[in-house]
């Protein structure tokens, strides 16, 4: 076999190789970015709506004194849950697609390696059997010089075809790592994108509940309701009253259940933490608000900051950290809604430096035990109306001196309230 016909074997050999399972890679890849456009299509329809809908929400929020407001703001919220499942099943749906196409890449790379490799295999042959070629056996092998001068020529190319291909590999072998990385983080978005449908759908029948709850309590009087309202108000207000002389009490005895201090405070316009929620609308702020100068939390200011991305919207750790501690409680709004002192469910984050961050009025908080540690961003629950709202959101404090204790009375978890130990979250969002 001559050097043109040894050259052109190989090229042969590559292009069979390479050509015939790529067509069908191709079409599979077409196809499923084809479904994905048109999923996204979907969603970005559900999104507008969506936003609507919570538009609505946001402007009634003021205005749920009553009990006409209270039942509309329900339905309302019950319309958009209805949107908010059809999106999140959309984008399971994509999802899934983005792990099939990410795997049907990682098997086209997979592919084009063992190409790759099958192609550096032919070379390496070659040049093996060149290498084992005496001198005698080379100066015999060729009849004149410009053979000679050929095959040199011919191992030159092959060479360098060597080095491209090996190049090339290195490159494939990367993309391959950064495919894989981008299927764990696609399966991570499943698991969590099924988790929020979870919590949407249970939500949508908690909050059916929750009207027939009111309708129920209050007869449908608008006076029952006005009632309702200001005992749970003062309610409220006498235990954190109470609480907060057992505090006193509880920091002088050290009698606590947990205990965390924060070393050197952060200076204000540090900006250590993320945004807790994406899209978010703050509802109340931090300090002497109106609603906190009626009374309602003992004479005290409001420990935190209030904000909402919509009901069973995720919420995530503003920073790295470990969980601490938790309060875990079936709790709904007019049937308990002084659950777990009126926080629901909450869940506490210390973090480097020893600050705290508490989340509460979850819905429903992510399988996380305390001990736990976590990652900025990590979920950690579901924004809710558990303990005493007035529509759902997500309290957010950061702690400098942060405890938990038992309520002598009840014997129930506390979550100290602390108001002079708290900082004004945005300052360091």
């Known amino acids: 076999m001559n050097l043109k016909q040894q050259g052109l074997k190989i090229f042969f050999v590559f292009l069979a190789l390479f050509f015939t399972p790529f067509f069908t890679y191709a079409d599979q890849l077409e196809n499923l970015k084809n479904e994905r456009g048109n999923l996204q299509n979907n969603i970005a329809e559900l999104e507008a709506k969506i936003t609507e809908y919570q538009k609505n929400l946001d ?19 019950i319309s958009k849950l209805n949107l908010d499942i059809k999106k999140t099943e959309n984008q399971i749906y994509l999802t899934r697609l983005n792990i099939e196409e990410t795997q049907t890449d990682i098997e086209k790379t997979q592919l084009s390696i063992g190409e790759k490799q099958e192609v550096l ?12 070629e ?3 056996e080379r100066a015999l092998k060729y009849k004149t010089l410009t053979e000679a001068v050929k095959q040199t020529e011919h191992l030159d190319s092959l060479q360098k075809k060597m080095n491209d291909v090996l190049k090339d590999t290195r490159v494939l072998k990367n993309n391959l790592e950064n495919k894989e990385v981008d299927l764990k983080e696609n399966k991570i978005e499943l698991e969590n994108k099924n988790a929020q449908l979870s919590v949407q ?14 309708l129920k309590v209050t007869k449908g009087q608008e006076q029952i309701y006005q009632t309702l309202l200001n005992q749970v108000e003062q309610q409220q207000a006498d235990l954190l009253s109470r609480l907060a002389k057992i505090e006193e009490q509880i920091l002088v005895e050290k009698n606590f259940v947990s205990y965390f201090q924060a070393g050197t405070i952060p200076k204000a316009g540090t900006k250590i933490f993320a945004w807790p929620q994406d899209n978010i609308k703050v509802t109340q702020n931090f300090g002497m608000t109106k609603y906190a100068k009626r009374g309602a939390y003992g004479g005290q200011g409001h420990n935190g900051l209030d904000m909402s991305a919509g009901l069973a919207s995720p919420i995530k750790a503003a920073a790295g950290g470990k969980v601490v501690a938790k309060g875990l409680e079936a709790c709904q709004n007019y049937v308990r809604p002084s659950c777990n002192g009126y926080w629901g469910n909450w869940i506490a984050i210390q973090h480097p430096g020893g600050l705290v961050t508490l989340y509460s009025h979850m819905s429903k908080i992510s399988n996380r035990s305390v001990g736990d540690e976590l990652t900025v961003g990590d979920v950690i629950g579901y924004e809710g109306a558990s303990g005493n709202v007035t529509g759902s959101h997500l309290h957010f404090s950061v702690f400098t001196e942060f405890f938990t204790y038992k309520d002598p009375k009840t014997g129930d978890l506390r979550v100290s309230y602390n108001y002079g130990k708290t900082l004004n979250p945005l300052d360091y969002l």
């Not at 003021?62 to 919220?77: C, D, H, P, R, V």
């Open 121 to 132: 295999g032919s070379i390496l042959r070659e040049l093996r059997k060149f290498d084992e």
């Open 134 to 136: 005496s001198l005698l």
């Open 201 to 214: 759908k249970s939500a949508q029948q908690q909050e059916k509940t929750r009207k027939d709850t009111v």
């Open 59 to 77: 402007s009634k929020r003021g205005e749920i004194t009553s009990l006409k407001n209270e039942i509309s703001s329900i339905n309302t919220q």
